[in-house]
């Protein structure tokens, strides 16, 4: 059966997902019928080298893993999709508010009204050259001063919409895009990261309260503020979980292959005084047979990981004040992303920043498959489930008018504090 959005049987949808990440290609297809949680009927993953920090670095490469990660999704479900929706994790995503006003002259809001403004502020979206991926309402103003999530039959002389827009360099997503097409698949949307690990791996409730979402990738780190059931900021950090590979590798002289296994069996965030006892061997990088193992402490191994924790943490503390997010509202922390699967790294992040955190994976799913369970698997997870919503995104599709508009652009320190004063 050859199924594409809309299509499927008994009135159920047919949605395919994409994560193409740095370390490997994941497919899934999953059914929904609009009511229950999308239900997984096959899914596929595939090594990938193509992507350096989360950009297409090698079309080839690139391409071919995700026809081979797709391919193996489909004959699992037993068939066969055109289009997916695709997870961007890097290429300079970056989220801004803009503001729109329109006038009505004192009357009763009405449903024309809302999407009157809401159709200038599609009109006057303007990326400068960037790509912009999702554009969705915020909240609304009514004469600049009160901010309301509805104003529908309320009244004003004036009323104005903050939407938040995500926006990526438009390279990297052609980039993305061509790699898709060139697999002989059609592109349905593309996602931002953030917002699918988000909707997978985050609860409601925290999402409502305030929360920071750092998904820790092979390449990269995202780093997220959801405040009110939004992405509110976001900011990538070009350093992920194969930066501790690469360094274990050049301490211990080892391939990055056995790196890889150091870090996954022996790692962890956290010491012990057994790590002084427990000796690790170590392979030589070189294959010649008269070259032999060396036997270190895991201790040694885990001061490595430490050392690259730190930085990355320190960073992801710098992202999180630049975006507003401290004081008693902003104190939790959801870590995901597979550099998330190492030991007690919650625990290493909530002492370094003084925040609580747990490692988030991903929910919402019906029947995704035990190695799809973890971590590493949450943006592929809110691929499915932000392709099984309907959203209101403002770039999907709206009408333009004409009207008298001003428009303002919002620091995002404003935002988070007009969403908390809201709630
Ligand atoms: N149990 C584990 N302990 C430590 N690290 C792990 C574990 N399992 C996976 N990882 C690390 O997670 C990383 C892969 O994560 P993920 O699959 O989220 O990245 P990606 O999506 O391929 O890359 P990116 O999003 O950065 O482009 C690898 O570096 C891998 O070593
Ligand atoms: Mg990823």
Known sequence: MRVGRGNGS??????????????????????????????????????????????????????????????????NAGVTVENVVVSVSAGGLDSEIVSVEVDIGGQRIERGDIDHVLSEGRAQLDAGGRTILHAQPALYTLDETTRVMNPLGLHANRLGVDIHIITADTPPVRNLDQCVRTADLGVQ???????????????????????????????????????????????????????ITADIASTFSTRRIHAERLKTLYGSATTSPRDNHDMIEILPISEDDDVEPTRVPRAQIVAVIRDRLDMLFSDVGERLNEMGFKGPRGRQMVLTGGGAELKCIADFAQGLLGRHCRVGRPRGLVGLPEAQVGSAFS????????????????????????GQMRMSRSPWGRMIEVLRSNL
């Open 379 to 402: 943006t592929l997870a809110g691929l499915a489930l932000y392709g099984a919503e309907d959203r209101e995104d403002l770039w999907a599709g709206s009408v333009r008018d004409g």
């Open 189 to 243: 949307t593309i996602v931002a990261s953030p917002i699918a690990a988000g909707l997978a791996c985050l609860a409601p409730e925290e999402r409502e309260l305030g929360v920071a979402l750092v998904e820790i990738g092979a390449g990269v780190t995202n780093v997220a503020v959801h405040v009110r059931g939004m992405l509110v900021g976001l900011s990538v950090i070009p350093m992920g979980s194969e930066d």
């Open 10 to 75: 008994r009135g159920e949808r047919t949605i395919a997902a994409l994560d193409i990440g740095s370390s490997k290609v994941a497919a899934l297809i999953a059914v929904s019928d609009g009511e229950g949680p999308p239900r997984v009927i096959g899914t596929g993953q595939r090594a990938c080298t193509g992507l350096r920090q989360g950009l297409v670095a090698d079309l080839e490469r690139t391409e071919s893993a995700i026809r081979a990660a797709m391919e193996q999704a489909e004959r």
